[in-house]
């Protein structure tokens, strides 16, 4: 039983069976709305999937979906930003989706984003980055961008450990490093942890590398900056080399086995286990694009790297996103909430519906998921475009939110 939540009658649970999920066809699916636009685009998910799985299906299969609460909504009516049963719901029914959740700048509650993640131990975040053609691009070549990016999704920066400067605590923390350990830190400062664990390491690294094995993909590359934090993003780098050729021996050849014992040329089959500097990354997925396939980070490279990789392929509200761990796939929008344009009608929701699809490949609905990407593919073709396409294509149409959602499920 569950204070605000009420569970589709007609629903019926996902459940896991051995190592791998059993889906029902009628899937209970958990949906947080969002705030601010995720109102807006949270309806045209729901059309367009709907549609999509009627149109694949025949009726045979349809979602259930079950409404949570996290964010504002959350606060109105239970008076907490994240409700317990929420994050009950969300490991009861194993796959949801969201939409963008407020976060303030600088005070109040933390990131309602990194919490469902930690909460979960969703420790990896998935970002699929690839040009839908028509759409806009800074670069020449966005049409060579085509890469999947797991980046760690609980530790790092992102773990939340800091001391504000001037407290009780900071004054300690300073006092402590400079006295025991030897350190020269300046007392007006601020002090934040970053921990990276092999543990945290070796579940994304694997998770990535048995992607780009079920996926076919040509490399998994270890983005990093070890040669400066060599004991953290150093120690991700060789914990993640370890890894691979420890359980993907037959599977994998490293860079350094390529140029050694292979003259430069992988061997037929294999993928190739590969690391990256990560400010020399950020420069190559510009200029050497089409030689990145799958990209392991630690949380902070991640971050920056996936909304670059977005930024050529028409931006953020291109891009898809999802936060998984053995199990969960917590399936979201990887934009912010935009209040000014919330109710307007007129914001994109490819992003959205892109993770859509990501989770109904997750759930092995791939003929759903297939006819989405096919809509929005034909739609972008036909120049029939939210504002922020629009403005970087010549001659499109301008639609609103809703209306860009029918013309989708028209072209699939």
């Not at 029902?24 to 636009?37: H, L, M, Q, S, T």
């Not at 149409?397 to 013309?407: H, L």
């Amino acid at each position: 039983m569950y204070k605000h939540i009420e569970i589709p009658k007609d629903g019926q649970p996902i459940k896991r069976k051995g190592k791998k999920l059993a889906i029902p066809n009628r899937p209970i699916i958990p949906f947080i709305e969002g705030d601010g636009i995720g109102r807006d685009i949270s309806k045209a998910t729901r059309r367009v999937v709907d549609a999509a799985v009627e149109k694949a299906y025949k009726g045979r299969k349809r979602i259930a979906w079950m409404d949570i609460y996290a964010g504002e909504k959350a606060y109105e009516l239970y008076r907490e930003w994240l409700p317990q049963e929420t994050c009950d719901a969300i490991k009861k029914y194993y796959v949801a989706i969201k939409g963008p959740l407020t976060t303030p700048i600088g005070g109040g509650f933390r990131s309602l984003n990194v919490s469902l993640r930690q909460i979960l131990n969703l420790y990896a975040c998935v970002r699929p980055v690839r040009y839908f053609k028509g759409v806009g691009s800074p670069v020449t070549h966005p049409e060579k961008l085509d890469v999947v990016i797991y980046r760690e999704n609980t530790e790092d920066v992102y773990a939340g450990i800091e001391w504000k400067k001037g407290s009780k605590e900071v004054k300690k923390v300073i006092n402590w490093l400079n006295k025991s350990m030897k350190t020269n830190i300046r007392n007006d400062s601020g002090i934040g942890i970053k921990p990276i664990s092999v543990t945290g390491t070796k579940q994304l690294v694997r998770k990535a590398i048995e992607y780009a094995i079920a996926n076919k993909r040509s490399s998994v590359t270890l983005v990093h900056k070890g040669n400066i934090m060599k004991y953290t993003e150093g120690a991700f780098r060789d914990w993640g080399y370890k890894l691979a050729v420890t359980e993907f021996r037959n599977k994998v050849v490293t860079e350094d086995e390529v140029w050694d014992k292979y003259k430069g040329k992988a061997p037929k089959g294999k993928i190739v286990i590969k690391d990256r500097i990560a400010d020399s990354m950020f420069q190559q997925i510009l200029t050497r694009t089409d030689e990145y396939d799958v990209l392991a980070t630690p949380n902070l490279n991640g971050d920056y790297l996936s909304d670059a990789c977005a930024a050529q392929v028409g931006g953020l509200g291109m891009a898809a996103g999802a936060n998984m761990g053995d199990y969960i796939g917590l399936f979201e929008a990887t934009h912010g909430t935009a209040p000014k344009y919330a109710d307007k009608d007129m914001i994109n929701p490819s992003s959205l519906i892109l993770s859509a699809v990501m989770m109904l490949e997750y759930m092995g609905w791939d003929k759903a998921a297939k006819l989405i990407d096919k809509g929005i593919a034909k739609t972008i073709t036909k120049k029939t475009v939210t504002y922020d396409l629009h403005r970087q294509m010549k001659g499109a149409k301008k639609v609103g939110t809703s209306e860009y959602a029918t013309q989708i499920i028209k072209n699939m």
